[in-house]
């Protein structure tokens, strides 16, 4: 069996780790020094993208997408009081759907919209694990297709964490290893 790869050290890896595991009274202790880390749901997932990274490309779109690249096309962050029709009519690329989190910094959220076809639909849920799951769903609902560059994540979750099709949709190795990991 070979070695199990292991997470490159980055100041960015370190703060999701240490986000995901830290408790709110921890987190406040620190916030002031952090500022910028998710709360501990959001940090868990976002990890997820760098234990099964990015979907290759392939020919037309050469090269490697990284984890950090691939986060932006899961949650992009607005400060509380930004225009979120602005953020809308701004956007350019078919990178849907996505979450957009509004909140005073990112450990604190208050609300979250799932964007969709330059529309922003609110989230009935106010946390960031209940917002994820109806992004997820949201693929379903709406027939769309995942991100090529979250494909991965979003198939890990899929088989994983909802039983949705296992055996039937397509994994990378990295999906099937870490699934067969986790379920020994």
Known sequence: MASPSL??????????????????????VDEASLGSGW????????????LIPPSAQGRKRPGKVSATQAEKNLVV?????????????????ATQPYLLAIGLNRATIHEFFIVIDKQAIPCRSTSSLGAFDELFKAHFVFGIMYNK????????????????DIGKVRESPRVAEIRGRLLQ
């Open 39 to 50: 709360d501990s749901d959001l940090s868990s997932i976002i990890l997820l993208l760098h």
């Open 77 to 93: 962050f607005m400060k509380s009081g930004t225009s979120i029709q602005e953020h809308v009519d701004a956007i350019t690329s």
């Open 149 to 164: 560059m979250l494909q991965n994540m979003y198939t890990f979750v899929q088989t994983t964490v909802y039983n949705i």
């Open 7 to 28: 997470l490159p050290t980055t100041s960015d890896l370190e703060e999701l780790i240490y986000c995901a595991e830290a408790t709110a009274n921890e987190r406040e």
